[in-house]
């Protein structure tokens, strides 16, 4: 089988070797030009889609109140920590993590990994 090939910048049919991916050396740095102008705003949408994620997530364990969840069952439907919009310091000096109005703090039970959820609340402030 053959396989049809073009190039990455122009699209224009390639002959040759199968690994060529440009025409030539300017297709391929007009290629790599457009790409990076193009990464800055692929990183945002990154950053919003796993903030959304993480948010819908929060949002669907949070029922009210101070709820105890196992990390990992967040972290399966693809809850990831890194991500989140601001932070809260209690009395204590523990920090509570927030996307949004929903937070979490991780704490251990029973040797367990867990995040506590809370919502914000105005005091936070
Ligand atoms: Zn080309």
Redesign the pocket.
């Known amino acids: 089988m053959r396989i049809q090939h073009?190039?990455?910048?122009?699209?224009?049919r390639?002959h040759g070797r199968t690994d060529k991916k440009?025409?030539?050396l300017?297709?391929k740095s007009?290629?790599q030009y457009q790409r990076s102008k193009e990464s800055p705003e692929r990183f945002y949408n990154k950053v919003d889609n796993q903030l959304k994620l993480n948010r819908k997530i929060l949002k669907g364990y949070n029922k009210g109140g101070k709820v105890t969840v196992r990390s990992e069952v967040l972290l399966k439907l693809g809850f990831d920590p890194k991500f989140f919009t601001h932070y809260w310091k209690n009395k204590k000096g523990d920090v509570y993590l927030f996307v949004y109005e929903f937070g979490f703090f991780k704490i251990k039970e029973q040797g367990k990994e867990k995040y506590l959820l809370v919502k914000w609340q105005d005091y936070m402030v």
């Open positions: 073009e190039c990455l910048y122009c699209s224009k390639l440009y025409c030539d300017h297709c007009a290629y």
